[in-house]
């Protein structure tokens, strides 16, 4: 069969958008290769999930406070620098090769940090190397990762494979969680290594004999590496609807994560409930989230930028609600702030996808990153700054209405508006 492009993109020129290769994709619901590489995705963030947490409880229980926050920080620094020469390389060569070699890398780092534990080689040195080279993967291949769908299924298709991938990615982290700790508890730092070692093996081998990519992408020339980063800066400058897009999805997270991973944790603290009460307000997050993406995917709507935009609107006066001093009215909060996350996630991102130009899509998907990694770990310290000088409510408030703000101005953007 001929190469056709997939119509929903040939209009932004003939180097911009994916060519069919071969037949044109199945159903969804019976794409089996979709299926299991959305399958695998969630439980690499499950083994994710678990080697964060015996991480985390193996740099407190073993060294200094001053010296766990930097490993536990370890591998944001080397994202951070890499993560736009990844949009690059992103945008140049065949993604399934730069993942399978990014996920064998992550692996062996793991298999061999979990030989080096038990052999008695353990401490900062080991943790800090490993959170390096691991970050490093992560900068490198994140971007090529955003792309995967692209290749896969028909544009009409990319916003219920973003649901499927966040139900799979908010279950795997709540489930995995506990058992990190169940696993540090029973095994060991290298037992919970060589389980998230085991799940970057499974990634690779599904996407060297499972996956076939059905589109080709476009690739960019092979220009200087400078060159390539300002033709992405000059492809935002140009097209606004893209531009739009890229700041909303990079400002999110900035107002969402201080009051999600500080504030209810400073709310529960300060009000004398117990730890008890910050996980059940997790879960309630986690439950909105997977009860929002399920909706968002049976939820077809006209313009889904704008929406989910307006829908976040909501989200920042939520935020603002998780300040209150009431059990009931925090959990009540922090499920409509799930609610909101897991629908606006699935329209917003099935959208980035489909309005992006795929020949630009993992530089635009590096910088994207690149605002989280920025801007999030300033947030928070500045959230708990305010709280210290106020209170936590009047710092919740702050945020949320920054946050509901922000998304309507987004939301009454022309170049929001005119997506469909």
């Known amino acids: 069969m001929s190469a056709e492009p997939d119509t929903a993109t040939a209009s932004a020129g003939p180097l911009a958008h994916p060519t069919l290769v071969g037949e044109s994709p199945p159903r969804l619901g019976r794409d089996r290769m979709v299926q299991a590489w959305v399958a695998t995705m969630a439980v690499s963030w499950f083994g994710d999930a678990v080697w964060t947490v015996a991480l985390a409880w193996t740099a407190v229980h073993t060294l200094s406070p001053a010296m766990a926050g930097l490993v536990l920080g370890a591998e944001m620094l080397p994202q951070a620098?890499?993560?736009?020469?990844?949009?690059?390389?992103?945008?140049?060569?065949?993604?399934?090769?730069?993942?399978?070699?990014?996920?064998?890398?992550?692996?062996?780092v793991l298999v061999g940090g979990a030989l080096a534990w038990s052999a008695g080689v353990r401490g900062a040195p080991l943790l800090l190397s490993m959170g390096v080279v691991l970050g490093t993967a992560t900068g490198l291949t994140l971007p090529a990762s955003a792309t995967l769908s692209r290749q896969l299924v028909r544009s009409s298709d990319l916003a219920t494979v973003s649901g499927w991938s966040q139900i799979g990615g908010r279950l795997a982290r709540l489930l995995g969680a506990p058992a990190g700790g169940m696993a540090v508890a029973v095994a060991g730092p290298s037992g919970a290594m060589l389980a998230n070692a085991v799940t970057f093996v499974a990634v690779a081998a599904v996407l060297t004999f499972v996956v076939r990519p059905r589109y080709r992408m476009p690739r960019t020339p092979h220009s200087s590496w400078v060159s390539s980063l300002r033709d992405g800066a000059a492809y935002l400058r140009r097209d606004e609807s893209a531009r739009l897009l890229v700041l909303g999805l990079a400002a999110l997270n900035v107002f969402v994560s201080p009051v999600i991973a500080l504030g209810v944790a400073l709310r529960v603290s300060g009000s004398g409930w117990g730890p008890a009460w910050l996980g059940a307000a997790e879960a309630a997050f986690a439950t909105g989230a997977i009860a929002g993406s399920v909706l968002a995917i049976r939820w077809r709507v006209a313009r889904p930028a704008q929406a989910g935009f307006t829908v976040l609107v909501g989200q920042g006066l939520c935020l603002a609600a998780t300040g209150i001093g009431s059990r009931v009215t925090l959990i009540a909060a922090m499920a409509l702030v799930g609610?909101?996350?897991?629908?606006a996630s699935v329209w917003l991102s099935g959208t980035y996808q489909r309005t992006v130009a795929p020949s630009h899509l993992g530089r635009v998907s590096s910088v994207s990153s690149l605002g989280d990694m920025a801007l999030v770990p300033l947030a928070i310290p500045a959230f708990g700054a305010l709280a210290a000088g106020s209170s936590v409510l009047a710092a919740a408030c702050v945020y949320g209405a920054a946050m509901a703000a922000l998304c309507l101005w987004f939301a009454t953007r022309p170049g929001i508006a005119r997506l469909r």
């Open 339 to 343: 609610v909101a996350a897991g629908s």
């Open 81 to 108: 620098v890499f993560v736009l020469v990844g949009g690059v390389i992103a945008d140049r060569w065949d993604t399934r090769r730069i993942l399978v070699t990014g996920r064998l890398v992550q692996g062996l």
